[in-house]
């Protein structure tokens, strides 16, 4: 059963006038989402940000969001509709507590493969992903950059450009061990005589013992602190020691570039859908642009002059 929204300014606010769209029952699934005019974001910069305020101290669910493509059936948007990006915080326990950025090229999402903490407490954040046409990108929360990159090596949306050579083989005469025995090192003398246990010399029988009905009395033995162990020869570094030996790396003959790797052509809906176990999420401000100054500035006249009211 779907869950409803409340348009709200929420129970602790900088502004009652300023309200946003909050999930109201638990244990529910949440589905909806908007249009804006087509986007094509090919040679420009791709800014997708927004508020997330987690009022009910979030314990599992979804704070993250969907950019969709021109060819999606809206009315039908649920969990099984197609998506071109899904940014934002998702927290379940004590296990998952990250910001997704997922890109879906072709029929495949890619995850990214960095790990980039989100914000748990119950006050508003704001999310920002900045996509750029030299396939870098970053993720901000709170207009600060938490992480940033390349299209082509946090995420596996391409085979990568170098692989570790196939045919390559570790030398035999390959020195990978930095510590070798010391050859100067010898064993003393009478090492192995020496025993790992000695009679307890301040043993006494005890006076109740009655060798006719106990046996013979012997003294029971203890640790000999002589004892060492079996004997090792002192460790030296190897003068001979390469490091560890690793193949070198070539051209992966499957790796063909995609200069658009970083292209949407299409986006014209921006969508949430999520599961909560308790509700109380808010949404508010989303904005999709190509200017991210412009993206810094709406975060700072919106959230920034709330944040410490």
């Known amino acids: 059963m779907a869950g409803e929204w409340n348009f709200t300014s929420g129970k602790w606010n900088g502004d009652a006038n300023d309200k946003g769209i909050q999930t109201s029952e638990d244990y529910r699934f949440y589905a909806i989402s908007a249009a804006f005019p087509e986007f094509s974001n090919k040679g420009k910069t791709l800014v997708f940000q927004f508020n997330v305020k987690h009022e009910q101290k979030l314990d599992c669910g979804g704070g993250y969001m969907k950019l969709l493509s021109d060819d999606v059936d809206q009315k039908k948007f649920g969990g099984d509709t197609p998506y071109s990006i899904m940014f934002g915080p998702d927290i379940c326990g004590y296990s998952t507590k990250k910001v997704h950025a997922i890109l879906t090229k072709g029929d495949k999402n890619h995850l990214i493969k960095k790990d980039v903490p989100c914000e748990t407490d119950q ?72 025993p790992q246990e000695i009679v307890d010399n ?17 003294a029971p033995t203890v640790p000999n602190p002589d004892y060492k162990g079996p004997w090792t020869a002192k460790q030296i570094k190897n003068p001979n020691y390469k490091g560890k030996w690793k193949a ?7 790796f063909k570039d995609d200069p658009e790797i970083y292209v949407y052509p299409k986006l014209k809906y921006v969508g949430i859908e999520l599961w909560q176990v308790k509700s109380g999420t808010m949404f508010d401000n989303v904005l999709v642009c190509d200017d991210p100054d412009y993206a810094k500035k709406l975060a700072e006249e919106t959230w920034g002059k709330q944040k410490e009211v």
């Open 248 to 254: 070198p790396m070539i051209d992966n003959p499957d």
């Open 202 to 218: 301040k043993a006494e029988k005890p006076e109740d013992w009655d060798e006719q009905e106990d046996g013979e009395w012997t």
């Open 123 to 194: 006050l508003t954040h704001v999310y920002t992903f900045i996509l750029r046409p030299d396939a870098t990108y970053s993720i901000l929360i709170d207009n600060t950059e938490k992480q940033t990159g390349s299209l082509y090596s946090d995420w596996d949306i391409l085979p990568p450009k170098k692989i570790k050579d196939p045919e390559a083989k570790k030398p035999e005469d390959w020195e990978d061990k930095e510590y070798i025995d010391d050859p100067e090192d010898k064993k003393p003398e009478g090492y192995d005589d020496i």
